[in-house]
């Protein structure tokens, strides 16, 4: 049954996140062709140019953010809606278990956050190869990302004895971390206003949700601020740094992921043992 859930709540969040990201690629090449015109002195000198260009990377930036952020909230309005709301009813008439049905959405928002990634990505890769392919801007673009590269790599490698390819490893296991625990904070928010308000239910679920957070980013930028005023205190304080960032950073993936265990535990103890909808 896991599957039947996990399809019908998957699409839920595509037939309205392909508009998004369709819409994301369409704006990437718009972009891409306006970065191509400043390769003509004529269209760079244009003022109406310029602005049509800034506006459409303005556009871009603004679509950009405003994926992941919708991703979100289709999440909350898909569980309380299936959960919480007249359809909690019918929902746990079926044979499925609680679990399945938290599991499902859990999965769900993961995927869809690292699929909007992947568009981002995608996105931004088009746009700079339409923008700067065959034009006279090209050779400085690509000198210019490839000391960017060399310089990010050297900076792990040589300093922080830590190869560039590891540490972008860790950087995408904490992002994967970070997903859960916030999308499990944020459900386990739902569920405690929902069960424990009698009213204004949305708003005890709002509060639950920014206190959690203001302690979860209070605990780690406290950490954070510890190692690296450590650093300052060693000798070789640049080489420490880079270690110490490092370390932070597998500190923030463990945070992360055990935050996420909690908060799925607790959800799923609060849902079983204490939803009423009556």
Not at 40 to 68: D, F, K, R, S
Not at 144 to 173: R, W
Not at 209 to 223: D, P, Q, T
């Amino acid at each position: 049954m896991f599957s039947k859930v996990f399809k019908y709540d998957f699409k839920f969040f595509f037939r309205i996140w392909w508009i998004a990201a369709l819409s994301i690629t369409i704006l990437s090449v718009g972009g891409g062709f306006m970065i191509r015109g400043f390769d003509n002195q004529i269209l760079e000198e244009n003022t109406v140019y310029v602005v049509l260009a800034t506006l459409t990377v303005l556009a871009i930036i603004i679509t950009a953010a405003l994926l992941p952020i919708g991703v979100i909230i289709l999440a909350a309005v898909r569980y309380y809606q299936n959960l919480f709301s007249d359809q909690g009813y019918l929902t746990f008439t079926l044979p499925v278990k609680r679990s399945h049905h938290l599991n499902s959405k859990l999965l769900v928002y993961v995927v869809f956050q690292i699929m909007s990634l992947i568009a981002l990505v995608f996105s931004a890769s088009l746009a700079i190869y339409i923008g700067f392919h065959n034009t006279n801007m090209a050779e400085s673009f690509n000198e210019s990302f490839g000391n960017y590269l060399q310089d990010f790599n050297y900076y792990f490698s040589e300093y922080g004895q830590v190869d560039a390819k590891a540490q972008i490893i860790l950087y995408g296991i904490m992002l994967i971390a970070y997903f859960f625990a916030n999308i499990n904070s944020l459900y386990m928010s739902i569920t405690v206003g929902a069960t424990l308000a009698k009213k204004h239910k949305a708003l005890a679920a709002i509060g639950v949700f920014y206190g959690l957070n203001f302690g979860i980013n209070f605990i780690s930028r406290l950490v954070r601020s510890l190692l690296l005023t450590q650093s300052m205190i060693e000798a070789d304080s640049f080489i420490t740094a880079n270690t110490i960032n490092l370390g932070h950073t597998i500190f923030s993936a463990i945070f992360f992921a055990a935050l996420a265990v909690l908060f799925h535990c607790l959800n799923l103890y609060f849902i079983k043992n204490k939803l009423n909808l009556s």
